[in-house]
């Protein structure tokens, strides 16, 4: 990937009103991939959904940095089971 693909850090915290550190926290968690680059932080564009996502939790719902990896795990494992949920209903319906 080259660096202009990428994203600065410190843009994307300016842009939504969040601290640098809150990206370093997200990635001392593994929930997110910084890049470094000549000692300037960036974020793939394939993982800003992801990070958006943690940013709304953080803000809208005063989630601490440190607990968005639980919060992230429970919302992933919903949307496992509500997929399991959808195959088992069309499995019904065919032999119904």
Known sequence: MFA????????F???HHVEITFIHTLAQHGLINVVTVEQTDYVQPDQLTRLE???R???ELAIHPDD???V?????QVETLQR????LQN???FYQ
């Open 84 to 87: 399991q949920v959808t195959t």
């Open 72 to 76: 992230d795990n429970l919302l992933d």
């Open 57 to 59: 939790l953080h803000q």
């Open 91 to 93: 499995q019904l319906r």
């Open 13 to 15: 915290c300016v842009y």
């Open 53 to 55: 996502k943690l940013v």
């Open 4 to 11: 202009n693909d990428l994203i600065p850090a410190t843009d």
């Open 68 to 70: 968005l990896d639980i």
